[in-house]
């Protein structure tokens, strides 16, 4: 049980629904600030989303971090707190807990031995600051009155002066996502903007599936994905369902069914110029050995086939089987050029995501319009706070969720 001694409900200054990253930088914050904190998780163990992350060693956060990074109804919403604690805070933290860690690219900082690390710190300073955690804890029931809150518990009733939701996403139910933070903004009046899947993988049905049948496994290790003007530079990768890989989780957040989605496959080479030179170098190699040269040679084989690198605009009648694997001296200049074209512009047809089961993150969430951008207390509800995912804003693939977590985890834990 976690009531008073007296049978009497337990009493705190701040209650904090959910012990993963954004909770736990909140209690923290509010238990040095000398508030008393409870933090309870339905799930058996805080953080486990921090423990799987980055592939267990928590790509904690990434050191360009800007409100460009983050989607949102309102672009303008993370700037404050993102500004008021920066990478370089939870670097200093990390530091002093003695953790090594190392950029693996593009700003993106990694554990070097295991996201387990980023959990114990978190939980050493959490009891430092005098903050109680209790996992296996469900919450039941929320009611405001005039002094607060009042919370049934699967263990008990807590009284808290103030309600932070850290509730997280509906990403990975298996670890403990659920909507019930979406549920008690509704509750107090907020609206919650719709909900979707985010960094996920796409599917492909029907024909657009067969094209690629039997390339699951084949990796491309930079490519553009374009979708309308947002474009991620990053590898790619076919899946069993359709394709996945950093470039195209990117996308999948900017994506939405029935978008133009198009892949630069060779964002690097100019590479209608660069079959011309090889049709010129090497009269008698086939097409799908060059274009195996600088794509992997199972995709260079498959766009040869069935005509997929259509002859749109050669000038040649159609149907002609002008573009399937032939000698290179039998294209002409106008011909490679469009295949090129083409490389770099390649639509591909998706039909969904794989859903909240593999997504990394949430897209949407509680408005942040009803929300104080400074320290993430509701404009409706004096003493309610909503952080960290559940929130509508969501970063981009490389340290930039968590970043989000700790920062606005610190603005509400500066004032709860
Ligand atoms: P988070 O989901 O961490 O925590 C919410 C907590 O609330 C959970 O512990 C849950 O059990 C609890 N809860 C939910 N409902 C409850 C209820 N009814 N009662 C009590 N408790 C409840 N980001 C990044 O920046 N770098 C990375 O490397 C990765 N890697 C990564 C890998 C994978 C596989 C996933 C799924 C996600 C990532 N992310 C990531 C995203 C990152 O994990 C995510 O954005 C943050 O964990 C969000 O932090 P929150 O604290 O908001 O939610």
């Known amino acids: 049980m976690i009531d008073s001694a007296n049978g009497e409900p337990l009493k705190v200054?701040?209650?904090?629904?959910g012990a993963g990253a954004a909770g736990l930088m909140c209690a923290i914050a509010a238990g040095q600030r000398g508030r008393s904190v409870l933090v309870v998780d339905h799930a058996?163990?805080?953080?486990?989303?921090?423990?799987?992350?980055?592939?267990?060693r928590c790509n904690f956060t990434n050191m360009g971090v800007t409100?460009?990074?983050?989607?949102?109804?309102?672009?303008?919403?993370?700037?404050?707190?993102?500004?008021?604690?920066?990478?370089?805070?939870?670097?200093?933290?990390v530091e002093k807990h003695g953790i090594a860690y190392h950029e693996k690219e593009l700003g993106q900082l990694f554990c070097d031995d295991s996201s387990k690390q980023i959990v114990r710190m978190l939980l050493d300073e959490c009891s430092a600051a005098g903050v109680r955690v209790e996992t296996g804890?469900?919450?039941?029931?929320?009611?405001?009155?005039?002094?607060?809150?009042?919370?049934?518990?699967a263990r008990g009733e807590v009284h808290a002066e103030s309600l932070v939701v850290a509730?997280?996403?509906?990403?990975i139910p298996s670890m403990g996502a659920s909507g019930f933070g979406y549920e008690l903004a509704r509750q107090f009046g907020h609206e919650v903007l719709p909900v979707r899947a985010g960094l996920v993988p796409l599917t492909l049905s029907g024909k657009h599936q067969e094209r690629y049948e039997d390339l699951a496994g084949v990796a491309l290790p930079m490519v553009e994905s374009r979708v309308g003007k947002s474009r991620f530079r990053a590898g790619m990768l076919f899946t069993h369902r359709g394709i996945s890989g950093p470039a195209i989780l990117q996308i999948s957040s900017y994506w939405q069914p029935g978008d133009d989605l198009r892949v630069d496959l060779l964002p690097d080479l100019d590479a209608g110029g660069w079959l011309n030179e090889q049709r010129v170098a090497r009269p008698a190699a086939e097409l799908k050995n060059v274009l195996a040269d600088v794509l992997p040679k199972r995709l260079a084989q498959r766009l040869c086939e069935?005509?997929?690198?259509?002859?749109?605009?050669?000038?040649?009648?159609?149907?002609?089987?002008?573009?399937?694997?032939?000698?290179?001296?039998?294209?002409?200049?106008?011909d490679l050029h469009e295949i090129g074209r083409q490389l770099h512009d390649w639509p591909i047809v998706a039909s969904g995501?794989?859903?909240?089961?593999?997504?990394?993150?949430?897209?949407?969430?509680?408005?942040?319009?009803?929300?104080?951008?400074?320290?993430?207390?509701?404009?409706l509800v004096p003493g309610l706070y909503f952080i960290g995912e559940v929130v509508d804003v969501t970063g981009w693939l490389g340290g930039y969720n968590f970043q989000w977590a700790w920062a606005s985890g610190q603005a509400a834990g500066q004032v709860a």
């Open 13 to 17: 200054d701040v209650l904090i629904v």
């Open 44 to 56: 058996n163990k805080a953080g486990k989303k921090i423990l799987m992350s980055g592939g267990g």
């Open 67 to 93: 409100p460009a990074n983050y989607l949102s109804a309102n672009p303008h919403f993370a700037k404050s707190a993102l500004a008021r604690y920066t990478p370089w805070d939870f670097i200093a933290l």
């Open 137 to 153: 804890c469900a919450v039941e029931r929320v009611r405001r009155h005039d002094e607060g809150f009042s919370v049934r518990t």
């Open 167 to 171: 509730c997280g996403g509906l990403s």
């Open 306 to 334: 069935r005509g997929f690198l259509a002859p749109q605009s050669s000038g040649h009648p159609w149907p002609l089987p002008a573009f399937e694997s032939r000698p290179m001296r039998q294209y002409r200049e106008a």
């Open 353 to 379: 995501t794989e859903g909240y089961r593999t997504a990394e993150v949430t897209l949407g969430g509680v408005d942040t319009d009803g929300l104080s951008s400074s320290t993430m207390q509701s404009k």
